[in-house]
């Protein structure tokens, strides 16, 4: 059991030197068969069986002394068998986490307690116990490699004291433990035999003879074959290095004739269907969604009829490998690797396998040259044959120097403009985004910096030095220009990241520190924070923010924010209790100011913190997680710092999570809103930039828009507009004036500032981000009348009907309200009609987005209303009438509410009302009678009102069950419903057959009370209804009595 878990076994690497068994299925088959074997030794063996360990066998259990029966006895919650060895010890001891197993017997029955959690058992128990036969028999029977005497020299004993019978019980339960051994190392050999083992290189020509098989016209079987990235590593992979260590070679996107595209996975271990790698794919998208195939070519005659069907018509032979590789041994290179390799070290084994196959295949001295000739299927498709590629090869490796050949295929010339992550930021911005960069190198023709080869010494000498050595690699390799991108992937490629993030595990202070140095410079790299993430540094950084050491809280912390840029990250600090752990440095700052060393280390642990949440509040989970963690009050109390670097993560974090309204209303209650504001007079623009957006977020309140006003904030914010050359203050400032405008109050100030002006300057030559801002405060100050003069005058109409054709659907949903507010005003009405305003809003009607469909129509009723001749331009639009009718159809309540108020101004038009007539609107008008929406309900009425001054739609109105309906809207409370509802029942009322409706569905008696309302128009409509349902009981009173 020693031999087979030290050679056969597959170990992960660490730090300490406690590697874990990996999740192979090598590594699955040694587990089933070693729980076979202890599951079966107590019936097999039984007196081996209770055999008593020298030492027993130890390792952390999911157990529980809930899983044990009465044949123990339990004590809270430790379990101890009844059984003992001759010392008294237990012979099975459970004191959680941990269990210790003295005999084979005992084993057994542990094992019986969890029959769902044997494997798990059983892998643990290994891990724990590297050569169990150590424990078992004694440290003399340790797995050694060469001969083992550890046999004879118990045979010697045994002849020496013949009469002892735990002697004669040792040599048959060791000579049990070696026939395991051999069991296991046969099937793992057996196994290790039949895997299929692909290289870089096998890949490359698998696609290749696709490729060619792609262009045969109509014969073709396939219809493309590409590889998702054209970049090519040193060691001939395709995929990325983190993904590589999981033994993938490349990704490819083969499309058939005859179905939809394969998303392929070339690894190690064969081929086969991943969930759909493209160029950027996410991390999901490598799941194995198919079974695994030895080559390409099984797997394409499996998912494609035509492809098998083509390859057979053509009596295609698919070799297992080209004679130059046939003999090559890619179990013993590959499959068996040494620990921490990776699939880097292609190039040399490739090398060494070419090597020993052209030995076999060298002319034998004595007999005549064998000469390989391709076949004659091989010409017909103009491919070369394997012997000549193995020529052409020769041939580019005899072109250039190895090392030239090195730098070319390391740094090929990238495609991608992409400008790095700025490694310079101290501080993580608030626009980072979760997209991971494609890889970058330099000038394919330029030979690598010496630095290069430099860092990779000093990592050798990490990974192989003693702690001075160690000590002394991390102090030179922080003499490098660790910013610059050369050096952060000259760490990665040669394994750096690796022992940087082992080395935080370590208990050498000073090892640690100077990791984490290393590791928060080179972070600022987007490959680099994938690197760290997927080695589990996350983990151990989230760890270290417990340590009692200052300096080493701040470098986590620090490392945190860089990494966290992404959302894999952020979920993984969260989900290791991270959140908690950042807030509680937040706590480091005492109530009092001090200027001691003592404070200021308190301060830059704080500040750090406040910049790994600043990056964890991206995540909406991690906001909720900030919040009950209790960080509110203490940012709060670090607002109070008057120091820029510890202000502006601070202000970061909290218009990051102003998003949520829980925080918006605790920022309002904890009195921050006037620091935010006191700070948009600063110096720094960082800081400015961080304000002004969180008020912009926290502006959405009332309340908060008032403590802006309160507070002075408004004429810093109108100062800021003069920032145009820095556009992200720029959008910040704007969207905190847009936002802080819905107040009127706050507008009459903005007047003062004379703010509009200068906001109408900036509708040019702008960015969409500030374009919307600015829009949108235009859109509520020209709600008074005086600013919208105050616009026109500023030549504002213009650049706003320009914006009417731009595609940005916030920037439109504004610029409409915008010009329809506008639009109130005669004279700037004139200028829109001019610049044909208002045909661009009725095209808006067709736009997708029910809001821009909402505030396009609103925007028309004004401009209908003070056109000069309103019926012909209407008229004068092609399909317009039969447009705005149709939307009658929408979902939107928005929508159905803007639209009836536009119908409601074109049917004061009598040849426009005739052709909606004609569109159907009476009928679709009555549908919408039963909402119970009283925005949507006025406007409704007001439009049935106008229908109705056409004579025929006040019988269709009825006809179609529209009145009682109506009546019902008088029992609404909203005064203005009344008033547009009296005026729709008077119209209705003109058709007798409408006002016996009305009168059953006691219409009178809402009515009386409103004749006595103080709204004029009110009483002159409900009086009128009522007049015409007395009128018609009159009439019907003398022709029945006479």
Known sequence: MGLALTRAAQWTTASSGMGKLEITPLNESLLKEILHFVEQISARHPQEAKHVFREPLQWETSLQASDFTTEYDISGSCVQSREADGDGHPLLQLTP??????????????????PDRKLREVRACLEANRDPVVQILGPSFASVEGEDSSTLRLLDKLKEDSQSGEAELTIKLLIILQQLDTLLLSNSVKQLAQEVRLSPAAVKRDVELLKSLCAAGEKKVLRSVCYTSDYEFSNGCRSPPWRQVHGEIAYLIIEPCDSEPLFITCSTAGVFLNAGVRHEAEGNAFDRRSNVYKDLVDLLKSKSPHFAEGINKKDFVIQEEPPTTLKIPHVEAVGVEAPGQTLGSYEH??????????????PNKTGGEKKFEPSLKWKCLGLPSPHEEAEERKMRRSGGSERATKSRSRFPKSESKAKPSAPGSPLPGPSFTDDVQTERRGDSHTDLPSEYWQIQKLVKYLKGGNQTATVIALCSMRDFNLAQETCQLALRDVGGLEVLVNLLDTDEMKCKIGSLKILKEISHNSQIRQAIADLGGLQTMVAILDSPDKELRCLAAETIANVA??????????????IKRLVNLLACVPHCVSTSSKQEKDMEVARCGALALWSCSKSTRNKDAIRKAGAIPLLARLLKVPQTNMLIPVVGTLQECASQRSYRIAIQ????????????????QDLQKHCASAIFKCAEDKQTRDLVRHHEGLQPLVALLGEARNKELLTATTGAIWKCSISMENVAKFEEYRALELLVGLLTDQPEEVLVNVVGALAECAQRPN?????????????????????????????????????ADPESMTIIERLDGVRLLWSLLKNPNPDVQANAAWAICPCIENAEDAGEMVRSFVGSLELIVHLLKSTNKEVLASVCAAIGKIAKDEENLAVITDHGVVPMLASLTNTVDDKLRRYLAEAIARCCMWSSNRKAFGEAGAVAPVVRFLRSNDPAVHRATAQALFQLSREPNNCITMHESGVVKLLIPMIGSSDEVLQEEAAGCVANIRHLALANDKARYG
Do not use: W
Not at 669 to 684: A, F
């Open 565 to 578: 840029r992404f959302r894999r990250a952020r979920r993984t600090v969260r989900q290791h209790d991270g």
């Open 787 to 823: 600013n919208r003069v105050t616009i026109r005058k500023s030549g504002g109409i213009a650049p706003l009907v320009g914006l009417l054709t731009g595609t940005n659907q916030t920037l439109l949903i504004n610029v409409t309200r915008a010009v329809g507010a506008c639009a």
């Open 97 to 114: 986490p941990d269990v210790s197993v003295r005999s084979f017997s005992q084993l057994t029955r542990l094992l019986q307690l969890v």
């Open 349 to 362: 084994q490739e090398k060494n396998a070419l090597k020993k196959a052209r030995q076999q295949l060298a």
């Open 669 to 684: 209650s904890e009195g921050m809103i006037e620091d935010l504001v006191k700070y948009l007079s600063c110096d720094n």
